[in-house]
Protein backbone atom coordinates (compact mmCIF):
# COMPACT_ATOMS: atom_id res chain seq x y z
CA UNK A 1 0.00 0.00 0.00
CA UNK A 2 2.64 2.43 0.61
CA UNK A 3 4.42 1.80 -2.47
CA UNK A 4 1.68 2.02 -4.58
CA UNK A 5 0.80 5.58 -2.49
CA UNK A 6 4.26 6.58 -3.33
CA UNK A 7 3.60 5.45 -6.72
CA UNK A 8 0.60 7.42 -7.35
CA UNK A 9 2.16 10.65 -5.24
CA UNK A 10 4.86 10.11 -8.29
CA UNK A 11 2.82 10.49 -10.79
CA UNK A 12 0.99 13.18 -9.77
CA UNK A 13 3.96 15.28 -9.08
CA UNK A 14 4.99 14.50 -12.42
CA UNK A 15 1.98 15.11 -13.83
CA UNK A 16 1.85 18.22 -11.86
CA UNK A 17 5.39 19.51 -13.57
CA UNK A 18 4.85 18.77 -16.58
CA UNK A 19 1.52 20.90 -16.79
CA UNK A 20 3.42 23.57 -15.02
CA UNK A 21 6.28 23.64 -17.56
CA UNK A 22 4.31 23.78 -20.47
CA UNK A 23 2.13 26.71 -18.77
CA UNK A 24 5.75 28.25 -18.56
CA UNK A 25 7.05 27.76 -21.74
CA UNK A 26 2.96 28.75 -23.59
CA UNK A 27 3.44 32.00 -21.52
CA UNK A 28 6.98 32.78 -22.20
CA UNK A 29 6.43 32.09 -25.93
CA UNK A 30 3.60 34.97 -25.22
CA UNK A 31 5.74 37.27 -23.57
CA UNK A 32 8.01 36.57 -26.58
CA UNK A 33 5.91 37.33 -29.07
CA UNK A 34 4.41 40.08 -27.32
CA UNK A 35 8.29 42.02 -27.21
CA UNK A 36 9.58 40.92 -30.61
CA UNK A 37 6.03 41.53 -32.57
CA UNK A 38 6.83 45.09 -32.82
CA UNK A 39 10.27 45.03 -33.47
CA UNK A 40 9.89 42.23 -36.34
CA UNK A 41 7.36 44.79 -37.65
CA UNK A 42 9.57 47.20 -37.46
CA UNK A 43 12.15 45.27 -39.78
CA UNK A 44 9.54 44.36 -42.28
CA UNK A 45 8.90 48.27 -42.69
CA UNK A 46 12.61 48.86 -43.26
CA UNK A 47 12.91 46.58 -45.56
CA UNK A 48 9.89 47.80 -47.20
CA UNK A 49 11.35 50.99 -47.44
CA UNK A 50 14.72 50.02 -48.65
CA UNK A 51 13.09 48.78 -51.37
CA UNK A 52 11.52 52.19 -52.94
CA UNK A 53 8.26 52.16 -50.29
CA UNK A 54 9.14 55.55 -48.64
CA UNK A 55 5.02 55.31 -47.94
CA UNK A 56 5.81 52.25 -45.35
CA UNK A 57 5.27 53.37 -41.71
CA UNK A 58 6.27 51.17 -38.44
CA UNK A 59 2.90 50.75 -36.26
CA UNK A 60 3.37 52.45 -32.82
CA UNK A 61 3.53 49.24 -30.52
CA UNK A 62 4.79 47.12 -27.55
CA UNK A 63 6.85 49.36 -24.51
CA UNK A 64 7.50 52.67 -24.30
CA UNK A 65 10.62 52.58 -25.83
CA UNK A 66 9.51 50.18 -28.92
CA UNK A 67 6.89 53.05 -29.48
CA UNK A 68 9.34 56.15 -29.42
CA UNK A 69 11.58 53.87 -31.78
CA UNK A 70 9.06 53.43 -34.21
CA UNK A 71 8.24 57.08 -34.10
CA UNK A 72 11.17 57.88 -34.41
CA UNK A 73 11.85 55.53 -37.55
CA UNK A 74 8.40 57.04 -39.22
CA UNK A 75 9.80 60.68 -38.70
CA UNK A 76 13.66 59.47 -40.48
CA UNK A 77 10.92 57.89 -43.20
CA UNK A 78 8.61 60.84 -43.69
CA UNK A 79 11.59 63.07 -43.80
CA UNK A 80 13.94 60.88 -46.28
CA UNK A 81 10.61 60.99 -48.53
CA UNK A 82 10.42 64.86 -48.86
CA UNK A 83 13.97 64.94 -49.82
CA UNK A 84 13.93 62.22 -52.56
CA UNK A 85 10.21 63.88 -53.76
CA UNK A 86 12.32 67.21 -53.88
CA UNK A 87 15.23 65.44 -55.71
CA UNK A 88 13.04 63.56 -58.38
CA UNK A 89 10.96 66.65 -59.20
CA UNK A 90 14.36 68.48 -59.26
CA UNK A 91 15.36 66.04 -61.63
CA UNK A 92 12.24 66.08 -64.04
CA UNK A 93 12.30 69.50 -64.54
CA UNK A 94 15.72 70.12 -65.43
CA UNK A 95 15.87 66.91 -67.72
CA UNK A 96 13.73 69.37 -69.97
CA UNK A 97 13.86 72.96 -68.60
CA UNK A 98 17.51 73.15 -68.83
CA UNK A 99 18.88 71.07 -71.55
CA UNK A 100 16.66 72.65 -74.16
CA UNK A 101 18.00 76.24 -73.61
CA UNK A 102 21.30 75.02 -73.80
CA UNK A 103 20.60 73.24 -77.22
CA UNK A 104 19.01 76.75 -78.34
CA UNK A 105 22.10 78.44 -77.20
CA UNK A 106 24.57 76.09 -79.24
CA UNK A 107 22.31 76.70 -82.50
CA UNK A 108 22.65 80.22 -81.94
CA UNK A 109 26.34 80.05 -81.49
CA UNK A 110 26.81 77.95 -84.97
CA UNK A 111 24.04 80.11 -86.76
CA UNK A 112 26.21 83.13 -85.41
CA UNK A 113 29.40 81.37 -86.78
CA UNK A 114 28.44 81.19 -90.36
CA UNK A 115 27.59 84.90 -90.32
CA UNK A 116 30.57 86.50 -88.78
CA UNK A 117 33.90 87.37 -91.49
CA UNK A 118 36.61 87.86 -88.49
CA UNK A 119 38.63 84.77 -87.89
CA UNK A 120 39.03 85.41 -84.44
CA UNK A 121 35.44 86.10 -84.01
CA UNK A 122 34.67 82.83 -85.00
CA UNK A 123 37.57 81.35 -83.39
CA UNK A 124 35.56 82.86 -80.07
CA UNK A 125 32.20 81.82 -81.14
CA UNK A 126 33.74 78.06 -81.65
CA UNK A 127 35.43 78.09 -78.24
CA UNK A 128 31.72 79.15 -76.75
CA UNK A 129 30.40 76.11 -78.81
CA UNK A 130 32.62 73.96 -76.96
CA UNK A 131 32.16 75.45 -73.31
CA UNK A 132 28.41 75.07 -73.82
CA UNK A 133 28.55 70.99 -75.01
CA UNK A 134 30.33 70.87 -72.27
CA UNK A 135 28.21 72.23 -69.51
CA UNK A 136 25.14 70.18 -71.59
CA UNK A 137 27.06 67.19 -70.73
CA UNK A 138 28.20 68.18 -67.00
CA UNK A 139 24.51 68.54 -66.67
CA UNK A 140 23.93 65.22 -68.06
CA UNK A 141 26.24 63.40 -65.60
CA UNK A 142 24.32 65.74 -62.89
CA UNK A 143 20.92 64.25 -64.06
CA UNK A 144 22.38 60.37 -63.96
CA UNK A 145 24.28 60.95 -60.49
CA UNK A 146 20.89 62.58 -58.96
CA UNK A 147 18.63 59.42 -60.21
CA UNK A 148 21.39 57.14 -58.76
CA UNK A 149 19.49 54.29 -56.71
CA UNK A 150 16.38 55.74 -57.47
CA UNK A 151 13.45 53.22 -58.30
CA UNK A 152 12.51 52.70 -61.53
CA UNK A 153 9.82 54.91 -62.79
CA UNK A 154 6.70 53.95 -62.28
CA UNK A 155 5.12 52.70 -66.04
CA UNK A 156 1.68 53.67 -67.47
CA UNK A 157 0.29 53.67 -71.19
CA UNK A 158 2.33 56.47 -72.94
CA UNK A 159 1.47 58.02 -76.09
CA UNK A 160 3.94 57.99 -78.65
CA UNK A 161 2.17 60.59 -80.66
CA UNK A 162 1.01 62.74 -77.72
CA UNK A 163 4.57 62.28 -76.89
CA UNK A 164 6.19 63.06 -80.44
CA UNK A 165 3.82 66.26 -80.55
CA UNK A 166 5.50 67.37 -77.36
CA UNK A 167 8.86 67.04 -78.19
CA UNK A 168 7.99 68.80 -81.39
CA UNK A 169 6.66 71.90 -79.63
CA UNK A 170 10.23 72.20 -77.64
CA UNK A 171 12.33 72.09 -80.26
CA UNK A 172 10.54 73.47 -83.53
CA UNK A 173 12.64 77.00 -82.83
CA UNK A 174 15.49 75.21 -82.22
CA UNK A 175 15.42 73.36 -85.07
CA UNK A 176 14.04 75.94 -87.59
CA UNK A 177 17.52 78.05 -86.20
CA UNK A 178 19.14 75.78 -88.13
CA UNK A 179 17.73 75.97 -91.12
CA UNK A 180 16.09 72.48 -90.58
CA UNK A 181 12.30 71.32 -90.77
CA UNK A 182 11.01 69.03 -87.82
CA UNK A 183 8.12 67.08 -89.00
CA UNK A 184 5.47 64.60 -87.49
CA UNK A 185 5.54 61.50 -89.82
CA UNK A 186 3.26 58.77 -87.36
CA UNK A 187 0.00 58.16 -88.33
CA UNK A 188 -1.44 55.57 -86.00
CA UNK A 189 -1.56 56.08 -81.96
CA UNK A 190 1.02 53.49 -80.63
CA UNK A 191 1.29 53.04 -76.56
CA UNK A 192 4.26 51.80 -75.11
CA UNK A 193 4.76 51.18 -71.29
CA UNK A 194 7.42 53.59 -69.89
CA UNK A 195 7.13 56.93 -68.13
CA UNK A 196 6.70 59.98 -69.85
CA UNK A 197 9.98 61.35 -68.23
CA UNK A 198 11.81 58.59 -69.94
CA UNK A 199 10.21 58.79 -72.98
CA UNK A 200 10.85 62.76 -73.55
CA UNK A 201 14.57 62.59 -72.37
CA UNK A 202 15.07 59.76 -75.44
CA UNK A 203 13.29 61.38 -77.99
CA UNK A 204 14.94 65.26 -76.90
CA UNK A 205 18.18 63.20 -77.58
CA UNK A 206 17.30 61.55 -80.86
CA UNK A 207 16.18 65.29 -81.73
CA UNK A 208 19.39 66.98 -80.83
CA UNK A 209 21.23 64.22 -82.54
CA UNK A 210 19.45 64.52 -85.79
CA UNK A 211 19.82 68.30 -85.79
CA UNK A 212 23.77 68.30 -85.21
CA UNK A 213 24.72 65.81 -87.79
CA UNK A 214 22.30 66.64 -90.19
CA UNK A 215 22.98 69.64 -92.98
CA UNK A 216 21.01 72.99 -93.11
CA UNK A 217 18.02 72.73 -95.25
CA UNK A 218 17.09 68.96 -94.04
CA UNK A 219 14.01 67.36 -93.10
CA UNK A 220 14.02 66.09 -89.49
CA UNK A 221 10.80 63.38 -89.19
CA UNK A 222 9.61 62.31 -85.91
CA UNK A 223 8.02 58.35 -86.88
CA UNK A 224 6.24 56.49 -84.37
CA UNK A 225 4.81 52.61 -84.72
CA UNK A 226 4.24 48.96 -84.00
CA UNK A 227 7.39 46.69 -84.63
CA UNK A 228 7.86 46.21 -88.30
CA UNK A 229 5.92 49.19 -89.42
CA UNK A 230 8.37 51.67 -90.00
CA UNK A 231 10.29 51.08 -93.14
Known sequence: AVNAEVRDDSLVLVAAGGVALLLGMGVAWLLAGFLTRPLGSLAATARRVARGDLGARAPAGGS??????????????SRLEDVLNAQRDFVANASH??????????????????????????????????EVERLAGLL???????????????RSAVDLGAAASDAHRRW?????????????????????????????????NLIENA???????SVIGIEWASDGEIG
Do not use: W
Open 64 to 77: REQREVASAFNQMT
Open 97 to 130: QLRTPLTGLRLRLEAAATQVRDPAVAEELRAADD
Open 140 to 154: GNLLVLAREGEEPSV
Open 172 to 204: ERNVAARGQRLVLTGRREVCVAASHEDVGIILD
Open 211 to 217: TKYSPNG
